[in-house]
């Protein structure tokens, strides 16, 4: 499967990894860099910083509003980067598509990252954040209806494990599940997913980069055995909100999305998996510029519509 002849170009261009040990402080740095300058981003109603305050401490948190209105639907969006990579402003660009597109009133979470944190931490974050918007709702002019969680990559990840634990904690708030390209298997052998193989080397994520980028994470004491690290290793799926899940035709993590999709629905679950043919991982927060790539944005307003 050939790659989006624009995509194609980036990756042919792309530097060489760092040899020796990851350095996520230098890697974070990198991704800073290639910000764009707040007079450049998409506009839009409001953007406001907050904090959510909970028993572990301040979360960081970015809400976007779309245009003035009486109430919201939300939308809680937890960002990509292999659980050490990431932040507010990384995918600001993400947050602020959604918002636009869909209408609902978006709020970005901040959550610790490792190593420096270790798990559960990030995770946690990102459920309590999840609570606290409808814990609150009412300062955020929450309509009371459409409560979604979404995700790109290892934030697709988060989305499993917290729509789970809110299902465990009897926490039936939340409406749908969006994920983009999720890691939802930790376990990295390549014989797993078919995937792993066909789409090992020249997409730009490479299956030999798995264990290495995911290292910080499962050294901090995520267990790929765990459902919460691993979530398609998640014995019962009932009763779980209903799922879009966003593959890249081109992604060694194409085939565990669409298999937990799969299971999904094998347990009851309304769950539409679409595969973006030419896109290889990450395509939404990299690529989304080009037409075909940005149309996964009205895909979510429509998913987000049909409850």
Not at 105 to 127: H, N, Q, T, W
Not at 271 to 295: C, D, K, L
Request: hydrophobic letters at 40%.
């Amino acid at each position: 499967m050939p790659l989006h002849p624009e995509i194609a170009k980036v990756v042919a261009n792309q530097p060489a990894p760092p040899e020796g040990p990851l350095d996520p402080v230098a890697l974070r740095a990198a991704e800073e860099a290639h910000i764009a300058p707040p007079e450049e981003r998409l506009p839009l109603h409001a953007v406001d910083e907050v904090t959510v305050h909970t028993a572990s401490g301040g979360i960081p948190a970015r809400i976007y509003t779309p245009a003035e209105a009486d109430a919201y639907g939300l939308l809680v969006y937890f960002h990509g980067g292999a659980f050490f990579l990431g932040s507010l402003e990384t995918h600001d660009h993400v947050a602020r598509s959604l918002a636009k597109e869909t209408g609902l009133k978006v709020i970005s979470v901040g959550y610790r990252l490792a190593p420096e944190a270790a798990f559960p931490a990030g995770l946690d974050d990102c459920y309590a954040v999840v609570r606290w918007a409808a814990e609150t709702g009412e300062s955020l002019a929450w309509d009371g209806t459409t409560l979604a969680i979404a995700g790109d990559s290892s934030g697709g990840n988060f989305v499993a494990a917290v729509a789970a634990k809110a299902h465990d904690d009897g926490f039936h708030r939340i409406t749908h599940q969006i994920l983009y390209y999720p890691s939802l298997d930790l376990d990295f052998d390549v014989d797993r997913y078919a995937s792993l193989r066909e789409n090992a080397v020249g997409y730009g994520l490479e299956t030999a980069g798995l264990r290495p980028f995911n290292a910080f994470y499962l050294d901090s004491g995520a267990d790929p055995a765990d459902p919460l690290v691993s979530p398609i290793k998640r014995a019962d799926l009932t009763g779980l909100p209903p799922a879009l899940i966003v593959t890249a035709a081109c992604d060694p993590l194409r085939d565990e999305g669409e298999a937990y999709g799969r299971r999904l629905r094998e347990a009851g679950v309304e769950a539409t998996v679409s595969r973006y043919e030419g896109a290889g991982h990450g395509f939404v927060q990299h690529f989304s510029w080009i037409p075909e790539y940005h149309r996964v944005f009205a895909q979510t307003r429509d998913f987000l519509g049909r409850r």
